[in-house]
């Protein structure tokens, strides 16, 4: 699946309303020169940026910050192979603390994990680009 | 969740349990300096490689033989904010006849999607690494 065309593409409305119902991502990066993903929780800026939280020396936010990265999520059902996946690409940029007053959902992301010294991340979502699978 | 230290670590053998449970990972690579990812079927070859199938003439195919990519699978659970994720990283390579004439469990991967031209893509599995959440 998702390797050829035989999909039906999302348009961006569509993309950000699936990503607004899932809790897990996954931001793609690059990590001393090599690939690397790490699944994080997030929600939707008021922007349609992504906003995580993580922890302000975390490896993640040292990797990322200023960077352009990809950020992935996705539902899959094995039973009637079918799915959905939805790509952001855009610049990931730690929010200073005059950005983090801003208003935003219900404060920002939910972490399942207790975050120390945490700070917010925000990708830009400059490129929105989603595909349907509709099953065989 | 995921962004800090308070994970179970999982070693190597447990990880490829883990991924030989799931059908849909997601090659993280780099297409044109940006990073990218792409939701995949995959299997487990007889030495751990990971194995996928894809259109010979793939944009996937082009970006990712003979670059160093990593996989991802993850299961998580909402209810319980609970799960765990592996990567894979390793040297992608196309399999020429000879190799896909090798034994491989059950004829290769599966893939949901018919795919033209079919081949297979080995991805070595140098780095194995995962973590498990085990839930608040």
Redesign the interface.
């Known amino acids: ?4 065309d ?2 039906r593409a999302l348009d961006r409305q569509m993309c950000l309303r699936l990503l607004a119902r899932v ?2 991502g ?1 931001v ?3 990590k001393q020169a ?8 997030f929600c939707l800026d008021a922007d349609s940026s992504v906003l ?4 302000a020396g ?1 490896d ?1 936010v040292r990797a990322i910050d200023g960077a ?3 950020f ?1 999520a ?1 539902e ?1 059902d ?1 039973a009637t ?1 079918s ?1 959905w ?1 939805v ?1 952001v ?1 855009g610049r990931a940029c730690l929010l200073t603390d005059a950005d983090a007053h801003a208003p935003r959902p219900a404060g920002g992301p939910d ?6 010294d945490d700070v917010l991340v925000r990708i830009e979502s400059e490129v929105v680009t989603g595909r349907e ?1 509709t ?2």
Chains 1, 2 share one sequence.
């Open positions: 699946m998702l390797q050829n035989g999909f809790p897990v996954r793609v990066y690059t090599l690939p690397a993903v790490l699944p994080v929780n995580l939280r993580t922890s975390s993640l352009v990265v990809a992935e996705d899959f094995a192979r799915g996946s790509v690409t972490s399942w994990m207790p975050v120390r699978l099953g065989g």
